[in-house]
């Protein structure tokens, strides 16, 4: 089955230090997304790509986050200092955009990286 | 600024009774709609979609309602199962892009 592999699964650190978390998105898929589940927020958007391209990362704190694509095979998220209250499961999603799809615009979800910043 | 809003933040049904979702959206170019599962320590998974040209989509005991006029749309699940116990996301997005937006989701409980 094809699947969206999210690195670590689990990352406990101490303020202050760098966190980076990994994810490879079903090869074929093209747009690439970042979301940050909290309890009052729900699923929040942090970036997303298409073909390696930042489209938007409005949702981002962009003076600690930061993220990538490498390659189209990788897409980073990091966070430098990092802070408690960044402490949340981050998700990588995958897709075709609509368009390329028509009627199947659903994104797959990698596991998550549990975070917990101390 | 919340454009889907999922306002019961938990439900709790009877096995084998009707279990309803709601979810409602403020952005009126938002014209594909999803929902999603998530169980415990895993990926939110897709469970049903529905395009705003229809009102309705049913995918066996799963069935998503869409009213338009009141940016309100609700799932069915009939007869609801213990395994149907999870976090329940409402997302949509509008045709200029695949950006879903969702909503911060219902925890539903089945009781046997």
């Known amino acids: 089955d094809a699947r969206v592999t999210q690195t670590p699964r689990h990352k406990v650190t101490e303020m202050g230090q760098e966190v980076t978390m990994r994810c490879q998105p079903i090869?074929?898929?093209?747009?690439v997304f970042w979301y940050r589940q909290t309890m009052m927020q729900g699923l929040e958007l942090l970036a997303y790509f298409r073909n390696r391209a930042p489209l938007d990362d409005s949702g981002m704190p962009k003076d600690r986050f930061s993220a990538e694509m490498p390659d189209a095979t990788l897409a980073t998220l990091k966070i430098q200092p990092s802070e408690p209250r960044d402490s949340a499961v981050y998700f990588c999603?995958?897709?075709?955009?609509?368009?390329?799809?028509?009627?199947?615009?659903?994104?797959?979800f990698g596991s998550g990286t549990q975070l917990s910043v101390l | 600024d919340q454009q889907v809003k999922q306002n019961s933040p938990s439900l709790s049904v009877q096995e084998g009774r009707i279990s309803i979702l709601n979810c409602d959206y403020t952005n009126s170019m938002f014209d594909y709609f999803l929902w999603y599962k998530k169980y415990p320590a895993e990926g939110p998974t897709f469970l049903i979609s529905i395009s705003s040209i229809k009102d309705k989509n049913e995918d066996g005991r799963f069935t998503v309602f869409l009213n338009k006029s009141a940016k309100h749309l609700s799932l069915h699940i009939v007869p609801s199962q213990p395994g149907d116990s999870a976090v329940y996301f409402c997302a949509a997005s509008t045709k200029y892009g695949n950006k879903l937006v969702f909503g911060a989701g219902t925890i539903l409980r089945v009781k046997s």
């Open positions: 090869l074929g898929h093209n747009t």
């Open positions: 999603a995958s897709g075709l955009p609509r368009g390329q799809a028509p009627g199947k615009e659903k994104l797959f």
